[in-house]
């Protein structure tokens, strides 16, 4: 949920403290129009960057939608200079997240042409501050959010591995652990595939492996029921079709939120 300390911050960084640019009178309409194909993301957050502002909403498209040049995503209504006070917040936001709904969506229609069981899921690789935006931006594209925050699965790392070792550092978790928390465990070698599922991990993140490396793993892993493999490590649009053949559960991607470019809008008023 956006919070008016977040709007309140996020007007602020662009307005500064003394904005004549925007000093001026009337009331006025709003669009928020796309000038690129894309799937649209982010107009929850840019909505309420409006409505912060006293600015009606007129209409606006759902989170998800596929999105042609000229569609028009928003419209509003108020003020001339609370609209323009809105539109470059609000322009950033929708585009931001819209470029990693669409990021999300070609990499989805990717994996789906190889898999249909597989899911494409993000990480922790966001902005800081954005996080719930991104996020947001990921389901909206079909992906899935993976773990929002620390809290939500205990992952044991590489460097976890390093100071304690495979098995140690896994008994130590499952140790401090609810029995609703899961356990993802990152390996690097194929044979450490079994190993981590034998130790006790619900979840067994192929780290950097090539494809054939990851189907090697996978194949390893069909004996231990429930187990999931989840394939990681710089996977893009143009790689994810080859590791959904690996037969993976799932393949997390940090390019879905930490490279994704903005979905081009223009916002345009009195019309």
């Given amino acids: 949920m956006l919070t008016d300390t977040q709007l309140e911050r996020w007007l602020r960084e662009d307005l500064g403290h003394h904005d004549v640019t925007n000093q001026v009178p009337g009331d006025t309409t709003g669009r928020l129009v796309a000038t690129e194909p894309g799937v649209v993301a982010g107009l929850e957050a840019a909505t309420a960057v409006f409505e912060y502002l006293d600015v009606d909403i007129c209409a606006c498209l759902e989170d998800g939608t596929v999105i042609e040049p000229g569609d028009e995503l928003l419209r509003v209504e108020g003020p001339t200079r609370a609209v323009l006070r809105g539109e470059r917040v609000a322009v950033n936001l929708a585009g931001h997240a819209s470029g990693i709904a669409t990021r999300t969506r070609q990499a989805v229609e990717a994996a789906r042409a190889e898999s249909d069981a597989v899911r494409i899921a993000a990480t922790r690789k966001t902005t800081p501050g954005l996080r719930g935006l991104e996020k947001r931006a990921v389901v909206a594209g079909g992906g899935d959010t993976h773990r929002l925050d620390l809290s939500h699965m205990v992952m044991v790392k590489d460097n976890h591995i390093a100071e304690m070792g495979l098995e140690e550092a896994i008994d130590h978790f499952e140790e401090r652990t609810s029995f609703a928390t899961k356990l993802d465990v990152e390996v690097e070698t194929v044979n450490d ?63 879905l939120t930490h490279s994704a470019p903005a979905l081009d809008c223009s916002f345009r008023t009195g019309e």
């Fill in 193 to 255: 595939a079994p190993r981590a599922a034998e130790a006790g991990a619900d979840i067994v993140l192929l780290d950097n492996m090539t494809p054939a490396e990851t189907s090697d793993a996978v194949s390893l892993l069909a004996e231990y029921e429930g187990v999931l493999a989840e394939a990681s490590g710089g996977i893009t649009c143009e790689t994810v079709a080859d590791y959904a053949a690996t037969g993976v559960d799932v393949i997390s991607m940090g390019s």
